[in-house]
C-alpha cells in the first residue's frame, strides 16, 4: 500500500486549547436556552446540509470511494437524525424530569419536595469514523445527541475523509452561527496532538468515539487515567455472528447465502455491523460455492475508503488465513477494489482455538463455521466476546431460548431473520453492546443516544421560581414528567 | 490510636472464586423470572429484617458506637428502601421498555419492528461503607438496587461493623434461601484479598462502592485496567458546602448556625453529605462562638466508628488546623468522644490556598468561611470540585441563579433552605454528583439506583413469543411502555 503523499497538516495544541475554552463559554451561554431554540439549531443544521448536499457529495466520494447512492441515503439518515432529535428534546424526553411533591407521611419519614431533572455535560469531544462519513462523522450521531443534549462539541477530523470533514465542519459552524448558536458552540481539530489533548483537557466532560478496539481502547484508558475520570462512549469492534438453524438452513439456504453475502459486503464490508461470522450446519461445499460466487458477482466492486483501512484488512485476512483453524472457501484478490473473501471453519476447531471468533477483518471478508449438531449453537456463543449485533436466521415456530439468552448476554441488538446492516435510528434502537463492542452500557444510534451526554441532578426544597423550568409546577414546557411515581403526559 | 487488636479473618480468593460462580449459577438461574417473583424476595429480605431488628440492634451498636435511635431509623430505612424498589419493579419503571412497531413510512427509510428492553448485568461486587451499617452495608442501596435489577450479589463486608456484617448476611441468605430464590444469588466476603479479586473477576460485571477518594480511585483504576473493563459506581468525598446570603444572615443568623451544627455533627459528622464548609457574611466572632458552643453543647458525643476512621480524622483535622489560611474558632478535644472543631477562615485566604475546599474532615469538624461581598459568592463556589450536594441558605424571594447554575455544575443535589443530610429514597432522588463525589453518573440512592446495575438490549424483528414479556405486544406484565414514541400507562 502507499501512504498517503500529503502530510496531514494538524491542529496546534495551544489552538485546540482556545477552541475548548470557547466551547466553554459557548456551553456557558447556551445551556439555559429553551428546548425550542435548541431544536432551531438542530434544524438549522440540518437544512444547511440539504442545501449543500450538490457541494459535499463529489467531495465525500473522492475521499472515501462510496457510491453515491450509499452517499445519499447516509446524508438522509444523518438530516432526519438532527430532526428526530429536535423532536425528541421539545418533548423533554432527555430531561427525564421526576417531581416528588412534599410527603409527610412517607414510608421512611417525611420526605422533602424533591426534583430531579438532567443537565448537559458540558464540552464533550467527539472522535468521527472513517467508515461513515456523515452518519458517525462531523455531523453523526455522537455531534447530534451532543448538541441535543445542549453540550458543546469539538470534533476530531478523521483523517480518511479531511477534505469532506472540514467543509462539513464550516457548514454546521456556519448554520449555527446564522441561527443565533453562541460561537464556538462547536468546532473541528485535526491531528493526533489535538486528539490526545482533547482527551485530557480539563474542561472536557465526555469523549463520543467509533473506531478500532486498539486505538479506542487507548483512548479509553487515557480517559479514566485523568485526575479527574471522564465517561468516554466507543464503539470499538464487533464480529455481528450469525447463526443459521438446521431448519432455516434446509428451507432456505440460497436465499440465506445471498442476505449474508449481500450484508457482509455493503460497503465493502466496513460497516461496524458487518456480519462477519456465519455459523452454519455441514454443507455442500460445492454447492455452496456456486451460490456465494453468483451472489459475489452480483455486487459491484470498490478501493476499500483508504489506504491505511486496507492495510489494517490485508493484515487481519492475511492472519485469519493463515489460522490452522480455517480455509478458503471462496478466494478474494488484492485488487485495488478487491474480490471478497468466504473463509470455512468447523464448530470443532474453533473450540480448540477460538482466535477466528475475535479477529474483526474490517473489509470484504467472513468466515462461515460449520456444526453437526444444532444443540452446539449455545455452546458456540458462549464462546464469544462482547457484540453490537448477532442474528438468529430460523423458522418463526422453533423455540430457541437457550440461544437468545446467550445472544442477549453477548450482543446489544439481537435481530430475527433480518440482517444486521442498515441500524434505524429510532426510539428503540440500541447500537452498543458489551466490550469490546463499546466501553459502556450506551447506545450511539437513536434518541436514547441523546441521554449520554447529560447527568441528573436535584433539587430540593426550592422556590418554584428558582427551578429550571422542566421541573416547575405549572409544567411550562408541556413535557412528560413523572410525579409522585406516575408518569403525566402534557398531552393527557 | 490503637490499632484494631484482632487480626480480621479473610476470605481465601479459591473460595471468592466459587462464591463468583455460584453467584453466575444463581444469577443465570433468576434473571428470567417475573418480577412479581423477584419482588418477592425483597420483600422478603425486608420482612426478615424487620424480624431480626432486636437480635442485630445490640451488634450494630457495639461495632459502630452509634446511637439506638439513629440505628433504628437507618434499619428502617434499609427496610422501606427494599419495598420502595420491590414496588418499581413491579411496575416495570426499571425496565425502559420502548417499541418500535414497523414503520414503511419511516423518514429515512423504512423501520423493522424494533424493541428494546434493559436487562441485569450479571454478577456484581458491592464494598459496604463503614458510616451506615445498615443503609449502606451488607443490604443497602447497592445491593438492594442490584438485586432489583435482577443481578447476584457478592458483598465485600467493611472491617468496621463485621459482626454485625456477618449477621447480616447470614440472614440476607436465609431469607432469600427460603423465599426460594437460587442459591448463591447473594453472598458475603472479607479481606483486602478477596476484594481486590472481586473487582478483577472475569465474572464481575459491575463494582458498587461507598468509601474514601484514596481507596475508591484505586479500586476505580482496577475496573478500568481489566481486560474487560467494568463500571465503578463509586461514591467517594464530598465537602457539601454551604452558601449563606447575606440577607439570610441578618434575619435568622442563628438559626442557621444550629441547623449547620446539628446538620455537621449528626453521627458524629460521619456522614457523606455533612456540610463541612460554610460561606457566611463577616461576622461578630464573639457572638457567633457563643452560639455555636451553645448549639454543640446540647449534642450528645460518641466514639467514631472505628479506630481507623478516628486516625483518619484525626490526620485530616491536624492537616487543616496547619493550614496558614485557617484558624480555630471553637476547639474540639482528642477525648474518645470529642467534642467538634469548627475553624475559620476567609474568602481572601481560600482564594490564595484552596486546599482548605477540598480536604474533607470525616467526622466532627468543620470550617466556616467569611465573605466580604455576596458578589463573591459564585467565584468561591467555582473554585469547588464536584459535590453530593450544595446548600443555599436565603431568603425565597432572592434571585441567585448564577450561584444555582454554578452550583448545579459542581452538585449531584442543591438544596434551598435545607439540610443535606438525611438522604429521602425517592423516584427523584439523585445521591450522586460530578469527581470525586462519585466516579459516574449516575445515583446510589433512590429507584433510578437500579438502572446502573442494568444495560439495554435491542431485539429485531423477533416473533413475538420469542420475545421478553416486557416486550410482548399485549404487554403481560401491564408495564408502563413507550410506544412508537409516546408513553403508554398500563392502568391508563
Redesign the interface.
Known sequence: MNPTSTAPSTTPVELLEEQVRAAQTAFEQA??VTTHQRAQWLEAIATALENHAEELMPLAQADTHLDTGRLQ?EL??SV??L??FADEIL?GEHLGA???HEDPS????P??D???VS?P??VVGVFGASNFPFAFSVIGGDSASALAAGCAVVHKIHDGHRTLALRTGEIVTEALENAGAPAGLFSTVTGLPAAEALVDHPLVQAIGFTGSVRGGRAL??RA??RP??I?FFGELGSMNPVFVTEKAWSTRRDDILTGYTNASTMGMGQFCTKPGLMFVPEFDVEEVTEVLRGAIGAKELAPLLNPRLREGFDAALFSVCGLSSVDVLVAGDDAEAPHPTVLISTAQAVREDPTVLEEEMFGPATVMIQYRSQDELEELASLLG?QLTSTIQAE?DE???GL??VL??K????????WPT?V???????H?G???AT???T?SVGT?AIGRF??????????DA?LPPALQEANPWAI?R?V????E?AD?
Open positions: 445551556r439555559d441515503g438522509k439518515r432526519f437524525q430532526r428526530l418533548r421526576t417531581i416528588d412517607w414510608g421512611m419519614g420526605r422533602p424533591l426534583r430531579r443537565v455535560l458540558g479509553f484508558d479514566c487515567a479527574v475520570p465517561p462482547g418463526a423455540q430457541l431460548t437468545v439468552n442477549r448476554e450482543s446489544g441488538r439481537v435481530l430475527w431473520n433480518g442498515g434505524t435510528v429510532s426510539y428503540a434502537q440500541f452498543g458489551p466490550y469490546p466501553t459502556s452500557a447506545t436514547a447529560m447527568r441528573p441532578v436535584a433539587y430540593q426544597t426550592f422556590p428558582q412528560t413523572r409522585d411515581g406516575r408518569w403526559s393527557a
